[in-house]
């Protein structure tokens, strides 16, 4: 068993993106960042500068992240869903 602190700031955890849990069925689906940037309210045009794309691949990133949560949601994945505040980006 790891000890609480063996992890931190300066000594990350070794994570890897492409772990096995990570794409099991039921692992968690996270929302994409320009979705929740929409909802926290940030215009277009400061998702767009943020995320380096053009006004057309914005919607269709936004088209495809909205078809993603709901795929998850009608399977009864559970959504991570976390909120981007203003000011924060």
Same mark, same amino acid.
């Given at each position: #068993? ?6 931190? %700031?300066? $000594? !990350?955890?070794?994570?890897? !993106?492409?772990?096995?849990? @990570? ?11 320009? @979705?929740? #940037?929409?909802?926290?309210?940030? !215009?277009?045009?400061?998702? #767009? %500068? ?7 691949? @914005?919607? %269709?990133? @936004?088209?495809?992240? #909205?078809?993603?949560? $709901? ?13 981007? !505040?203003?000011?924060?980006?």
């Amino acid at each position: #068993m790891a000890k609480s602190d063996e992890y931190g %700031q300066d $000594n !990350p955890r070794p994570w890897d !993106p492409n772990h096995w849990s @990570l794409t099991v069925k039921g692992a968690p689906h996270e929302t994409a960042a320009v @979705l929740r #940037m929409q909802r926290a309210g940030h !215009p277009a045009s400061k998702i #767009m %500068q943020v995320a380096k794309i053009k006004g057309i691949s @914005l919607v %269709q990133r @936004l088209q495809s992240a #909205m078809t993603d949560e $709901n795929v998850a949601h009608r399977r009864g994945i559970p959504v991570h869903d976390a909120r981007v !505040p203003k000011g924060t980006v």
